[in-house]
Nanobody
Framework: QVQLVESGGGLVQVGGSLRLSCAAS????????MAWFLQAPGKEREFVAR???????????LYTDSVKGRFTISRDNAKNTVYLQMNSLNPEDTAVYYC????????????????????WGQGTQVTVSS
């Protein structure tokens, strides 16, 4: 089992920034990839970004188009923590953000689906006001 705790959400004005954190505990050695998803009220959970550990210390990242150039996902393996730096926030970014863990590799559209991931946290609310 892997336990995940997200933090860093809050209320921010349009154009502002937030940095989300997700601390993992438990069987962290099984974490192949970590990702962020968001869920707005009345909508399905959506993929935001994914970061994958590699044997050569190269980290591979994947982003949904709407956040490219604005959000950056990063990972500190020593701390078992993944971050999401969010810049140039707009009201459409308002949602609950969830950290999720994938124990396996993925390909194509599967990487973007929450069904690919085995563990997730309780979420942290991000609200962007205009």
């Amino acid at each position: 089992q892997v336990q995940l705790v997200e933090s860093g959400g809050g209320l921010v004005q349009v154009g502002g920034s937030l940095r989300l954190s997700c601390a993992a505990s438990g069987r962290t050695s099984s974490m192949y990839a970590m990702a962020w998803f968001l869920q707005a009220p009345g909508k399905e959970r959506e993929f935001v970004a994914r970061i994958t550990r590699s044997r050569t210390s190269t980290l591979y990242t994947l982003y949904t188009d709407s956040v490219k150039g604005r959000f950056t996902i990063s990972r500190d393996n020593a701390k078992n923590t993944v971050y999401l730096q969010m810049n140039s926030l707009n009201p459409e970014d308002t949602a609950v953000y969830y950290c999720e863990v994938d124990r396996n590799s993925c390909s194509g559209s599967r990487c973007y689906r929450t069904a690919q991931y085995e563990y997730w946290g309780q979420g942290t609310q991000v609200t962007v006001s205009s």
